[in-house]
């Protein structure tokens, strides 16, 4: 199986104030954290939405502005012309990824990570429903996983997801 690593990194960060990506956790960047563990497992690897230094990045499809859907779309699509059977998602907030998160994650169908529905496993060819969905109005990563039967796994321990600054204290 040749998996494709998909950091998901846009959007406004209202909560956090400024980009997420470069805020610093146990020296870190967390864009780099999420980077690491998700290489260790991955055969290729791209950031969705900004351009980040260090990093190969493609933009949102079919369009900027969309949310997290518009960055796993263009990964979707990214993975089926580059001959990639599955995508590894991420938002660039999680910057605890387990090693084994696809393994985790494996089985028949989309799997998502409970509570974080942007930490997921997903089929490249799922691309065209993705499509059909956005076209369609959907904005929201729960109503997508619903409707392709995303399995929900529980991890342990949790995923550490950070929205405010004060995530970071933690
Ligand atoms: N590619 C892409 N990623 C996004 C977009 N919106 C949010 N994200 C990413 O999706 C993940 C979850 O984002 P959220 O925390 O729900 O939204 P946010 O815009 O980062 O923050 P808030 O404005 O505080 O809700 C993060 O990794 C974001 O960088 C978008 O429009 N495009």
Redesign the pocket.
Known sequence: MKLLGA??????????GSD??YARHKGRRLIDHVGAALAAQCSGLVV???AEEGFDCIA?LPE?????L???N?ALHFARINGFDRVLS?????PNLPDNLAQALAGEGPAIVQDQP?VGLWPASLAPRLDIFIRDGGRALYGFTESVNARQIAIDPPLM?V??PSDLES
């Open positions: 950091i998901v990194a846009g959007g406004k960060a209202t909560r956090f997420k990506a969705c939405g900004r949102d900027d502005g969309l949310g997290p518009g960055g796993l263009a991420s938002g660039c907030d999680t942007i997801n929205n405010r």
